[in-house]
């Protein structure tokens, strides 16, 4: 799913004013000439930064920049000119420019804590508003992105309070600007396919802000894309975004949904739909995915589906095998199911509506004695087209092909589409007689 980049968490956005909070110790080139007996750039080299700093139309003002590199290329003053063209370019959403500029001026000799906290805030704001940008999808990008992020980590725990911030403010600063650092981290690994990384970058997210759906949404992604994938816990963080109503929840649903189907590959796309709702609904009640919920995968469905001998019995019993094994054969045709018609409806248009029993157990005689007791139906046929079916009577054994339709566990019932009961089973019974029960257990489509 193609991450768009307006989907930013609240505490990101939030971050965007933090970085300037950071240029506290950033002394601007008039307190440094103050601080100094003798200033180490020319009146010139002021003058000129002082016009392309107050500028305010954007292009002139990187005209007077590029100006200014032109004639003083090495000029003290570099810091200061670096910084308006990185700020020029953020705000002009260039944001290829903006990292191009910051990695410029930290490539600077001494710069100081403030102006590079500040820097590696903008680079970082940079990355996760141009993430969409192809000119940052490269793995040179994404690797100089994930040592930037590591870069502002490191030089955050490094920030003290500025004596004029209020202590609760300054901590609020720095889990901003943590959130910021640890989120395009993230970015940046997924993009280096290093999606164990990348979850590890999340979750330092979510440890600092629990209820950020966007982090939930990509540390899901992360999970989903592991080798091999991490599928309960992927489709927990996608439900948790969902249940947070964050950004995009539309689109959040759309690929839930699709990464479920794909995962289990079942017949009755409905169970899924089901199983999402459900997974979201637990999701809103719950931060933490609990560790009896399971997500059977294609590969467990399909041993399901191949375990016969199991099939009525694990609907029957409910719980994790019938729901197991009813996402298994929900939706598949089933050829030749002997069962017993307890009763007959008939419908419109040669349509009928069979009541009939179909025995549970494997053992033939057990089965035989099971179907002759049989007083309640467990199965309903759904038939149409098929007049010679007003031939059956009540207790007659047949066989029918159909589609699992639908199923309810108390009091136990499978309803069965498009049934067509066996032509040979419609002949009239031998004079006196009943036909024949017939107890094969079910078999697998193409069997």
């Known amino acids: 799913m193609k991450r768009a980049c307006k989907w930013v968490s609240v505490a990101l956005i ?69 910084g308006d063209y990185y700020t020029t370019y953020y705000a002009q959403k260039n944001y290829p420019k903006t990292i191009e500029y910051v ?83 993230g970015i940046a690994e997924s993009g280096l396919k290093d999606y164990k990384g990348a979850a590890d970058s999340y979750k330092a997210v979510l440890a600092l802000d629990p209820n950020d759906a966007v982090t939930h949404f990509r540390l899901g992604v992360a999970y989903l894309q592991e080798m091999p994938a991490d599928a309960p816990n992927g489709f927990w963080e996608l439900s948790r975004s969902i249940a947070l109503k964050g950004p995009g929840e539309a689109q959040v649903r759309t690929y839930l949904r699709n990464q479920l189907l794909h995962y289990q590959q079942p017949s009755c796309d409905k169970l899924a739909d089901d199983e999402m709702n459900q997974m979201i609904t637990l999701a809103g009640t719950s931060a933490d995915r609990p560790a009896s919920m399971t997500i059977p995968s294609s590969e467990e469905l399909q041993k399901a589906r191949d375990d016969t001998a199991n099939f009525l019995p694990w609907l029957q019993e409910g719980g994790d095998h019938g729901r197991v094994m009813w996402l298994a054969t929900c939706g598949l045709e089933y050829p030749d199911v002997g069962v017993k018609v307890l009763d007959i409806m008939p419908g419109d248009n040669d349509s009928f509506t069979l009541k009939v029993y179909r025995p549970a157990a494997a053992d033939p005689d057990a089965a035989a004695k099971e179907m002759d007791s049989a007083s309640t139906p467990n199965m309903e046929l759904h038939i149409v087209s098929q007049p010679d079916v007003k031939r059956l009577m009540k207790d007659d054994a047949v066989r029918f092909t159909g589609t699992l339709k639908d199923y309810q566990q108390s009091p136990f019932l499978l309803t069965w589409d498009n049934a067509k009961i066996n032509p040979e089973d419609l002949q009239p019974a031998p004079s006196g007689g009943k036909r024949p029960a017939r107890t094969a257990a079910p078999k697998r489509p193409g069997a």
């Open 103 to 185: 990695d410029k001026l930290l490539a600077l000799p001494m710069v100081d804590l403030g102006t590079k906290l500040q820097s590696l805030g903008y680079r970082a704001q940079a990355m996760l508003y141009g993430s969409g940008d192809k000119a940052l999808q490269t793995p040179e990008s994404y690797t100089k992105a994930k040592d930037a992020a590591a870069q502002g980590l490191q030089t955050l725990n490094q920030w003290q309070k500025p004596q004029n911030m209020a202590d609760d403010q300054f901590a609020n600063n720095k889990k901003g600007l943590a959130v910021l650092f640890n989120s395009v981290a």
């Open 14 to 82: 939030a971050a965007a004013w933090v970085i300037g909070a950071a240029a506290a110790t950033w002394a601007a080139p008039q307190e440094q000439q103050q601080q100094q007996a003798k200033p180490n750039y020319t009146l010139a080299e002021y003058n000129a930064y002082q016009a392309a700093h107050n500028e305010k139309d954007p292009q002139m003002k990187l005209k007077d920049l590029d100006d200014f590199v032109m004639k003083f290329p090495g000029s003290a003053l570099m810091m200061y000119i670096y």
